[in-house]
């Protein structure tokens, strides 16, 4: 132990790690050195990991130790106090001994087995000192390679970088001497200075993955070790407000894992790219193995005098083009170990930031976010109001939409598109109406129709969703953007769903619309939803969005005061809606069910107005008191939950329109063959078959639908399989806080 702790202090006092000296060295010989001491790194990574597990280990030994100490020492005492065996009139004195000699065996065991353990637990100081001594020369030495390493890289790159421009240089020359000889000798050393820049260009790119490669890295083993001591203080003292704060910070600077995935397609691509690059020219280089085929090759559409003369030119060309293509597959070659090595620490970066986050979300549910609601909460609304509206803030926001929007096509695109639509929106509605024009005549009732009035109201719904979601979804991934922008293109991205689902469910109840028209629900329930909606949406469009800004990654003391301020608006919105839709005597829901008393959302409809109105009504408590993480979660999977009920409602109504269309038709065909063959009936049949006759002919609208009729049998296979979907999405939506709930 004195020998490392002076062989520590000998290190540190030397300061800086000699560097290798690299001064008249190849790129050869640099990069034979370079993985050398990379294979080096990888060991010492290696045992410097095994240390830190050890002294895991032995961290965990004295509660191990002390269970252990115990069971012995209770065994060894209950020893004594057991007779030893004695030979007795049933055993032999042989046997008796026998007995006597494993007793004592037994004691000796358990004995040393104690003094073991207690001297395992007196040993255990120095054990640690000594790993922790081991470890902090492993470090030591670890930082040493890694600067080596990065010296190395460092001259790697510069080598590269001037023996890249050397090439592109005299490949330019090459190109100028020969712009006023033969076209085919101008065309090779243009295509020789074309391979120039590209060898140039892959040599700043090196430069460039090496960096992100040391910087993936570091911070993989940054949140590595967060990670590691959350888990530590999580199992001690468990999960307080204090540590609560904490976490919340963590999980706001954890790396963006969607940003990850893109750029991780983003490598494959250019992977793929330099993989079918270095084919070609290794195709290209088998060729220039023999020169003088080559030559002939570039040269056999001209005549031969010309060819004469020109072959000497282009077979020195031939020649700088072969040094050329060695060169580009070298640096090639580098490039895809290099895209390799930072996919695989962006890899470990993402695996680790996704296994830290699952951890943080079991816990975070049950965290407070901010104090509860007093007046130092409402002291920070006018500062966090300025900072809201904040110029600056706003200027950078617009200018990064200006950037993005000239850099990339999807906004563009996304705009085009919705002008589009808006444009055909008056068709559309027509054709919305269209649909509704066949619907209870018997011979052209198609469920077709109704399928095709639901893409109508989606394209209807579709245009300001889109432009908004990918207007934020671009704010949000632009390397340009800062932390207020990245809240707002969050907000935004939350935003265009919502408003495409209650913008396409307003358009479903509207007057004349599937719901009224296919589904033949009341009248009276519909244009109460109608007119609620036109109300609820826009508002609700207000203040959630200004709600995710406040609440954003970048402005977590805002959910003290204005972002919760902003909320508990927010959910009263949401509770004077439920209430509205929700009330037993009068809502929508009532109105809507009162047609049939005995169907469960009738019978049901004092439990749908408790836990709708209660709903929002609990977030708001919970936020009050300071669980803003939970209610925004919580009000978030009800609303899901919501839409899914909703989503199983109107699957319901299709496949029953769909089994009661066909059943009708079905019907009115057998009646007409049993009058076309002549059957004989009684009065009353022949009135409904020459009635059913007359439908036909004149294409009399059919009686409203009665539903009873519907087979039972099918009627009860569509709602149990309907009601096992509900079931396993409602599973799969809440399934993200199974976890939560079992750290309760």
């Known amino acids: 132990l004195a020998r490392l702790r002076a062989e520590i202090a000998a290190r540190s006092d030397a300061g800086e790690t000699a560097l290798p000296e690299v001064s008249g060295m190849s790129l050869a010989e640099i990069e034979r050195e370079l993985r050398g001491e990379k294979a080096e790194l990888a060991v010492q990574e290696s045992k410097l990991a095994e240390i830190k597990a050890e002294i895991e280990r032995e961290r965990g030994r004295p509660a191990v130790i002390r269970r252990q100490l115990g069971e012995a020492q209770d065994e060894l005492e209950q020893l004594p106090s057991a007779q030893l065996p004695r030979a007795g009139a049933d055993q032999s004195t042989d046997l008796a001994m026998a007995r006597r000699w494993a007793a004592r065996a037994r004691m000796e065991r358990l004995r040393a087995e104690v003094l073991k353990l207690e001297q395992e637990v007196a040993s255990l100081p120095?054990?640690?000192?000594l790993l922790q001594a081991q470890r902090d020369l492993a470090e030591l030495a670890l930082e040493g390679t890694q600067r080596r390493v990065q010296a190395l890289e460092s001259a790697a790159n510069r080598q590269r970088r001037k023996e890249a421009e050397q090439a592109k240089s005299d490949a330019r020359a090459a190109e100028r001497e020969a712009a006023s000889e033969h076209p085919l000798v101008a065309d090779l050393a243009a295509r020789n200075a074309a391979l120039g820049e590209q060898i140039d260009e892959l040599a700043d790119a090196i430069g460039g993955i090496s960096g992100a490669e040391l910087d993936a890295l570091a911070q993989a083993k940054r949140i590595e070790e967060t990670f590691s001591s959350t888990q530590k203080k999580t199992e001690v003292a468990g999960v307080s407000q204090a540590l609560g704060q904490l976490l919340l910070e963590q999980r706001r600077n954890l790396p963006d894992i969607d940003q990850l995935e893109k750029e991780a397609e983003a490598r494959a691509n250019r992977i793929a790219e330099a993989t079918l690059s270095q084919i070609v020219l290794e195709d290209e280089r088998a060729d220039l193995r023999d020169l003088s085929a080559y030559v002939r090759k570039l040269a056999s559409q001209i005549p031969p005098v010309e060819s004469a003369e020109i072959s000497p030119a282009l077979r020195r060309l031939a020649q700088s083009r072969q040094a050329l293509i060695d060169k580009a597959l070298s640096v090639q070659r580098t490039y895809l170990?290099?895209?390799?090595?930072?996919?695989?620490?962006?890899?470990?970066?993402?695996?680790?930031?996704?296994?830290?986050?699952?951890?943080?979300?079991?816990r975070l549910l049950w965290v407070r976010s901010s104090q509860p609601v007093g007046l130092d909460t409402i002291r920070l609304i006018p500062g966090q109001l300025e900072s809201l509206f904040d110029p600056e803030s706003w200027d950078a926001l617009i200018q990064t939409l200006h950037h993005e929007f000239t850099s990339s096509p999807w906004?563009?695109?996304?705009?085009?598109?919705?002008?589009?639509?808006?444009?055909?929106?008056?068709?559309?509605?027509?054709?919305?109406?269209?649909?509704?024009?066949?619907?209870?005549?018997?011979?052209?009732?198609?469920?077709?129709?109704?399928?095709?009035?639901?893409?109508?109201?989606?394209?209807?719904?579709?245009?300001?969703?889109?432009?908004?979601?990918?207007?934020?979804?671009?704010?949000?991934?632009?390397?340009?953007?800062?932390?207020?922008?990245?809240?707002?293109?969050?907000?935004?991205?939350?935003?265009?769903?919502?408003?495409?689902?209650?913008?396409?469910?307003?358009?479903?109840?509207?007057?004349?619309?599937?719901?009224?028209a296919?589904?033949?629900?009341?009248?009276?329930?519909?244009?109460?939803?109608?007119?609620?909606?036109?109300?609820?949406?826009?508002?609700?469009?207000?203040?959630?969005?200004?709600?995710?800004?406040?609440?954003?990654?970048?402005?977590?003391?805002?959910?003290?005061?204005?972002?919760?301020?902003?909320?508990?608006?927010?959910?009263?919105?949401?509770?004077?809606?439920?209430?509205?839709?929700?009330?037993?005597?009068?809502?929508?829901?009532?109105?809507?069910?009162?047609?049939?008393?005995?169907?469960?959302?009738?019978?049901?409809?004092?439990?749908?107005?408790?836990?709708?109105?209660?709903?929002?009504?609990?977030?708001?408590?919970?936020?009050?008191?300071g669980f803003m993480f939970t209610a925004g979660t919580i009000i978030g999977h009800i609303l899901n939950t919501t839409w899914l009920v909703l989503l199983v409602i109107l699957t319901h109504q299709l496949i029953v329109r769909w089994l009661v269309v066909n059943q009708r038709r079905l019907r009115l065909h057998a009646m007409l063959a049993k009058r076309e063959a002549g059957q004989e009936a009684d009065e009353p049949r022949q009135s409904a078959i020459a009635e059913a006759g007359a439908m036909l002919a004149a294409n009399v609208e059919e009686p409203k639908v009665d539903f009873k009729a519907l087979d039972e049998t099918s009627r009860k296979m569509v709602n149990n399989i309907l009601l096992f979907v509900g079931i396993v999405g409602t599973w799969f939506i809440w399934d993200d806080m199974l976890p939560a709930l079992r750290v309760l």
């Open 126 to 129: 120095v054990r640690l000192d």
């Open 337 to 362: 170990r290099h895209l390799g090595e930072l996919d695989f620490a962006k890899s470990r970066l993402a695996d680790t930031a996704r296994r830290f986050d699952a951890f943080l979300d079991k």
């Open 411 to 516: 906004i563009g695109l996304a705009l085009v598109v919705a002008l589009l639509l808006l444009l055909r929106r008056p068709r559309l509605l027509a054709a919305l109406r269209d649909t509704a024009r066949n619907v209870g005549v018997i011979m052209r009732d198609r469920v077709g129709d109704t399928l095709r009035g639901f893409a109508i109201i989606l394209l209807l719904a579709l245009p300001w969703s889109l432009a908004i979601f990918v207007i934020g979804y671009e704010l949000r991934g632009s390397y340009e953007a800062d932390a207020f922008t990245k809240d707002v293109g969050r907000a935004l991205m939350v935003l265009g769903p919502l408003l495409f689902e209650f913008t396409a469910l307003r358009l479903f109840v509207a007057p004349k619309s599937i719901a009224d």
């Open 518 to 625: 296919h589904f033949g629900w009341r009248k009276d329930g519909l244009r109460r939803l109608y007119r609620d909606l036109a109300w609820f949406t826009p508002l609700l469009m207000v203040f959630a969005g200004f709600t995710t800004v406040t609440l954003g990654v970048g402005q977590y003391a805002w959910g003290s005061g204005l972002g919760r301020l902003l909320f508990l608006v927010t959910m009263l919105l949401f509770a004077v809606f439920f209430f509205r839709l929700s009330w037993p005597t009068g809502g929508t829901l009532a109105l809507l069910s009162e047609h049939n008393p005995e169907g469960w959302l009738f019978r049901l409809r004092r439990v749908w107005f408790v836990l709708l109105v209660s709903s929002p009504l609990a977030a708001s408590a919970v936020a009050l008191a």
